[in-house]
């Protein structure tokens, strides 16, 4: 996506915006683009997947004379080597890290190092934006030396949510999808983690953090497979409703398995189109996990059922994660708890389904404000 403006300002800059995933992160992207393009000196703004952007940077430094700005979504250390030839040719350097919200529950010190720089990488960046204190703290304990280059910006991904929030109306005019729907999102991978634990165990070689990691995964993958049995009873048990299941984004190519397993369920529909947010603003009722969803969900100020399951059990890591404690979810341990929850909730009007305020800690952690 491109978006260009014409100045005569004769210090013009043309910025560079990445993302991973294209469902989780373009929006807000956009949303930032947006923004900076009322900047007069800002001639081009380009957004696109982070390892195909860098083709049309080194063209842009070859050909243009423009000051030259790269704002990445992540800054892991296979891209020093461009990054140490793009500073020669005068180009800044920035970081939006989009897992960076992760970091805010994560105990893993060696998964948390990952999201950082190394100490060459860090002199040779212009900046580091982080959501807010807590996730400034961490970063100040692997970026000491280089603490002076990390801002607390907030996240433009979070803008965005907002931005859904206060234009509702007109997602209630325009969505594609007319008829009532009870949204599923599945907080992790199952089939990916699957393969991954089966190279892990056949193979030491993958790489000493994945063999580290290895109990972590497992656990996550228990908490999945745990959450899919249950849902499968749930939508069996209630056929006259309609289910909308949406895979997690690292499992998409993998969606024919998930309908084989949903294949005597009539009422399940698999639609991983647009952006979650329109989907969790317009189901009659949502259904997640511990993820991202369920902060989502709770900035959109909509009331929603999380299955937890035992998945503090299965994975340590879980504990104090951020969508854990939040007043718009009702949360469920097993299927008895599952079903409740629903037959009170699925009845509800879509006016009462809504709580009144953000909570002032999840406020505070993603500097919402």
Request: charged fraction near 30%.
């Amino acid at each position: 996506k491109r978006q260009i403006i014409y100045t005569s300002n004769s210090y013009l800059m043309k910025i560079f915006l990445s993302y991973e995933n294209s469902k989780r992160d373009f929006n807000g992207r956009l949303f930032l683009a947006s923004e900076l393009l009322k900047k007069k000196e800002i001639q081009e703004v380009h957004i696109g997947w982070h390892k195909n952007i860098f083709f049309e940077l080194f063209k842009s430094i070859f050909s243009n004379k423009e000051k030259i700005i790269i704002i990445d979504c992540n800054n892991y250390d296979y891209k020093f080597p461009f990054m140490k030839l793009l500073s020669f040719f005068g180009c800044e350097y920035y970081v939006i890290d989009e897992e960076e919200i992760g970091i805010s529950y994560m105990k893993n010190e060696g998964i948390i190092k990952l999201r950082f720089l190394s100490e060459q990488f860090g002199k040779l960046i212009q900046g580091k934006f982080v959501l807010g204190d807590k996730n400034y703290e961490v970063a100040k304990r692997h970026m000491n030396s280089n603490i002076s280059k990390i801002y607390k910006t907030g996240h433009p991904r979070i803008d965005f949510i907002k931005n859904v929030l206060d234009n509702k109306k007109i997602l209630d005019k325009n969505f594609f999808i007319k008829d009532d729907y009870v949204l599923v999102c599945l907080p992790e991978n199952i089939f990916r983690s699957f393969l991954l634990l089966l190279k892990i165990k056949k193979n030491s070689e993958v790489g000493s953090l994945a063999i580290r990691n290895y109990e972590f995964r497992k656990g996550r993958y228990k908490y999945v497979r745990e959450f899919l049995i249950n849902l499968k009873k749930m939508v069996k048990q209630n056929s006259k409703y309609k289910f909308i299941l949406r895979v997690h984004p690292t499992d998409k190519e993998y969606e024919k398995k998930y309908e084989s397993f949903f294949k005597d369920c009539d009422n399940m529909i698999f639609n991983t189109e647009s952006n979650v947010l329109y989907f969790i603003s317009q189901s009659k009722l949502l259904i997640c996990g511990l993820d991202f969803v369920a902060v989502e969900s709770h900035l959109l100020k909509k009331e929603s059922i999380s299955f937890l399951g035992n998945v503090f059990d299965y994975a340590k890591e879980y504990k104090g994660h951020f969508g854990s404690d939040l007043s718009n979810l009702n949360y469920c341990k097993d299927f008895d708890e599952f079903k409740k929850n629903f037959d009170v909730l699925i009845k509800k009007s879509d006016n009462q389904n809504i709580i009144n305020k953000i909570d002032n800690k999840i406020s505070t952690l993603l500097s919402y404000d």
